[in-house]
């Protein structure tokens, strides 16, 4: 036990030292691929953030021998964008609370809300498309995980061709590799990104198997640890981003970067999913499947009216926590 919580501590902390790296090297890589802010953030830092869970779901379900054992593949993919629907949103809203000058919280530009509220929009329709095949059997099922990719190849295409303003040379701060270099290379600046990314899922790693053993350590049945503390525990590296852009007054870094990831999970690891399961839905994975999109509808209805702030997104966390209850009081833990 002590060991497991030694562990746990020692790989928490290395994944938000890795982070710091990360989200440092990633603002210099777009900046030299003369990217806007926003497209940095979904595409650059999403993708980067996104490949361990990915991996997860992979090995989950092309090596997995039982069906049980594929299942955590599935389980992945519906558990991340759950958290970083509720959980990481609520981060972003708490920190920008902790961050109040004058009496208010930092006000979010409404064009970045607007054009969240645009990727929002995508993510719901292919996460209904998600939802609906979990519900479904039918022979050709395995083919429609093309779509998935098809959808998401079409987004990235999107986000890189959007002409928006590109990341702000003066608010770049030094590379952490090269704290003197006024201008420094992509070598250096994507050296640095892949560095860090490979602590960040080494240490993630580590980090997933002290959750497991913490959980039966406290009492949690498997059921209820694999459904709560695991998405969480993959979805660190998108929360501690989100931290610390917020808390660097990057609030527009974060939120992309939330939302890009959002993306990847509703895709991808779908994908992967409904080519090598059958697809089907359990109920816990439904609820977890519905309180993910009924959330997701709240914040983009505001977000679409520019009325997005820091109480809204920190009230996002009570979907979770809701969510958290309800899976206790099924499995009676």
Request: glycine residues 8%; charged residues 15%.
């Amino acid at each position: 036990m002590l060991l497991a919580l030694f562990l746990f501590l020692l790989s928490a902390a290395l994944i938000y030292l890795a982070c710091e790296y990360f989200v440092n090297g990633v603002e210099w890589v777009g900046h030299r691929f003369s990217m806007s802010a926003t497209a940095t953030g979904t595409v650059l830092a999403a993708f980067g953030t996104a490949l361990p869970e990915s991996v997860v779901t992979f090995m989950a379900v092309m090596f997995g021998r039982t069906p049980a054992q594929k299942d955590i593949g599935v389980g992945a993919a519906m558990g991340g964008p759950l958290v970083l629907s509720t959980v990481a949103y609520a981060v972003v809203g708490l920190m920008l609370l902790a961050t109040i000058r004058n009496g208010a919280a930092p006000r979010i530009d409404e064009k970045v809300q607007r054009r969240l509220a645009r990727d929002q929009a995508w993510f719901m329709a292919v996460f209904v498309a998600k939802l609906g095949l979990g519900l479904l059997a039918f022979a050709y099922k395995p083919w429609l995980g093309i779509l998935f990719l098809t959808v998401y190849a079409v987004y990235v295409k999107r986000e890189l061709a959007r002409d928006d303003e590109g990341i702000d040379h003066a608010d770049l701060e030094p590379l952490k590799l090269r704290p003197r270099a006024h201008n420094p290379g992509l070598l250096w600046a994507g050296g640095q990104t892949l560095l860090a990314l490979a602590v960040i899922a080494a240490a993630s790693r580590v980090f997933v198997d002290q959750i497991g053993e913490l959980g039966v350590f406290m009492g949690m049945s498997p059921h209820v640890a694999a459904m709560l503390l695991a998405p969480v525990a993959t979805e660190l590296p998108e929360i501690l981003n989100a931290l610390i852009w917020v808390r660097q007054g990057k609030a527009r870094l974060a939120l992309a970067n939330i939302s890009g990831a959002m993306m990847i999970q509703a895709t991808i690891p779908s994908a992967l999913g409904i080519f090598m399961t059958p697809w089907l839905f359990d109920t816990p994975l439904l609820v977890a499947g519905l309180v993910t999109l009924a959330t997701i509808v709240l914040l983009w209805l505001r977000l679409r009216r520019a009325q997005i702030t820091a109480v809204t997104l920190a009230c996002a966390g009570g979907f979770y926590l809701s969510f958290a209850a309800w899976l206790a009081w099924y499995f009676g833990g």
